[in-house]
């Protein structure tokens, strides 16, 4: 299903950013998220608009929980609440629980929406990591 989504956001990059490519840690982190084991379909056009801001930076955090990763990720990171887009996935243990996925990414959205208004993109996924030591690791692309 996700076949080639690797190698059209290697396009698409390199159509709109070429530079990208010497900033491993982003573009390596953005091919992920296209990559095969997303287990929300990824979308190009986030990728797109995300490229569009030109400054971006990654954050990552872990924790026992979703709710954890995205109070440690605020906490660390209040510049987070004023991003002008965000690309993000979470890695999980196998078996983990959707719904508490979602409340997670509804007290990230909550503290996302109460200083900004028409931000883009805001998009994310998971990956399951039979080998993560943690419940949770949230990796965000963000740009300001």
Not at 58 to 70: D, L, P, R, S
Not at 82 to 93: C, N, Q, T
């Amino acid at each position: 299903m996700y076949s080639d989504k690797i190698s059209k956001a290697q396009d698409l990059i390199a159509e709109i950013w070429p530079g990208l490519t010497e900033n491993r840690p982003i573009y390596e982190t953005i091919l992920h998220i296209y990559s095969d084991g997303a287990l929300i379909e990824t979308n190009l056009a986030d990728l797109k608009e995300l490229l569009a801001h030109k400054t971006l930076k990654i954050h990552k955090t872990n924790g026992k929980t979703f709710k954890e990763c995205v109070n440690n990720l605020l906490d660390s990171f209040p510049e987070l609440t004023s991003a002008k887009g965000i690309l993000r996935y979470y890695e999980v243990a196998p078996n983990f629980d959707w719904q508490e996925c979602e409340k997670a990414e509804i007290i990230l959205g909550d503290a996302l929406t109460k200083g900004i208004y028409g931000w883009e993109p805001d998009f994310w996924t998971l990956f399951e990591n039979k080998d993560l030591e943690t419940a949770c690791r949230l990796t965000m692309i963000i740009a300001n």
